[in-house]
């Protein structure tokens, strides 16, 4: 099994290059996980308060239900991924069983910012897109999947989306074995990532610096 790690800034090609891979590969070889599966509920907080919250912080995830799923699976053991509503904020009390096949796609913002997800990861991909088109793409998307209003997007971007961006999401690029661009075809991206898993089967993890990440 590899696990291959997706991260990259909103609407930079994440999710695109990851069901291109499933293409590719074929559906039943690859199990896709979003990471926004792993959004802590927030069912106690009233909706109000739910709408100001920071999703682009790492404190807004289980991280640590994330890593344990990621460890189940390449102990060859299912898992049930959580379930999450984005025009509530809630959980789900459905799940989705993700079976342990021979590629699982983590896609995240900040899939590559925790040290111990990272050691789990047998590659790491960074997508990276210009900010004018990241930006397009999430409104496009929020105001077509999510019914939100121009106005929200806009304000939400600038409040966390793009602060939480420039500190937590981009300093991850540096610990991607391959970064792709999310802006051009989704084809030669695709057949970077394949050459990538092919190229990191037994090869030891290691930083920028020639250190074991840790």
Known sequence: MSIVGIGGGTGAGKTTLAE???ERMGATNVAIIPQDSY???????????????????PAAFDMDLVIS??????????????????NTHTRSQDTVTIEPVSVVVLEGIL????????????????V??????????????????????????????????RPMHVKFVEPTRVHADRVISGDGGVDAAVESVLAG??????????THDGTRDG
């Open 128 to 161: 990276d897109a210009p900010d004018d088109v990241r930006f397009i793409r999430r409104l496009r998307r929020d105001m077509r999947e999510r019914n939100r209003t121009v106005d929200e997007v806009i304000e939400q971007y600038y409040d966390t989306v």
């Open 111 to 126: 899939v590559l910012h925790p040290p111990r997800l990272r050691r789990l990861l047998d590659l790491r991909i960074y």
């Open 39 to 57: 959004y802590l509920d927030r069912s106690s907080m009233p909706l109000s308060d739910r709408r100001k919250s920071n999703f682009d912080h």
């Open 69 to 86: 799923h990621v460890e189940e699976l390449k102990q060859g053991r299912r898992i049930e991924r959580p379930v999450y509503c984005y």
């Open 197 to 206: 898993i092919a190229a990191a089967s037994g090869i030891e993890r290691k």
């Open 20 to 22: 291109g891979i499933a």
